[in-house]
């Protein structure tokens, strides 16, 4: 069967695509039954489709542009088995809450918020940015350790859930409105 990974951003270089297609290519000379669907669009799109190309990776690379539907990007997420989010830089990056939503092993650069609100080797796997071979160790490792990918999965669902979630988030409100409205 095949670990399937998934990238969703821009196809930018601060997104880490030359990065990831690069850890891509290790990671598949390594260990074939690997396949990576790229969500998204940018200036990098027809470089990335190029090395797709060039280095054969046409039937392990699949490249589905924005897609705008939440049922269909649901679907997607559905059929994959981890999440890689490797950007240069990042404010709070809202991929990975989707992607540990969907319950997504997820491997995530250390940038902006990433480390103030998820646990390396906890949540995610958090590695630094710029990195190809941060990259290429943390998604092997996933990719042969299917207990690993599924703790990551379980634990980054449970914190999305309870921070995240719209009824924690109104709950959250509702109290700091509250305190608020004591102090008047």
Do not use: C, Y
């Amino acid at each position: 069967t095949f670990v399937n990974i998934m990238f969703m951003g821009w196809l930018e270089p601060e997104k880490g695509v030359r990065e990831l297609l690069g850890s891509f290519l290790s990671l598949h000379a390594w260990k074939d039954n690997v396949k990576l669907s790229i969500l998204g669009r940018g200036s990098l799109e027809n470089e990335a489709r190029q090395f797709v190309s060039i280095n054969n990776l046409n039937n392990r690379v699949e490249f589905f542009g924005w897609v705008q539907e939440k049922h269909d990007i649901a679907s997607i997420m559905r059929a994959q088995d981890i999440f890689v989010l490797p950007s240069w830089f990042e404010g709070f990056p809202n991929a990975a809450i989707e992607a540990m939503g969907a319950g997504l092993s997820t491997v995530l650069t250390d940038v902006g918020a990433v480390s103030d609100f998820f646990s390396n080797g906890s949540e995610a796997l958090i590695i630094k940015p710029r990195s190809k071979i941060d990259l290429t160790n943390a998604l092997k490792r996933l990719s042969e350790d299917k207990k690993l990918r599924q703790k990551l999965g379980r634990n980054g669902f449970k914190r999305v859930s309870n921070e995240f979630a719209v009824e924690p988030a109104i709950n959250t409100l509702i109290t700091a409105i509250s305190k608020e409205m004591s102090n008047v």
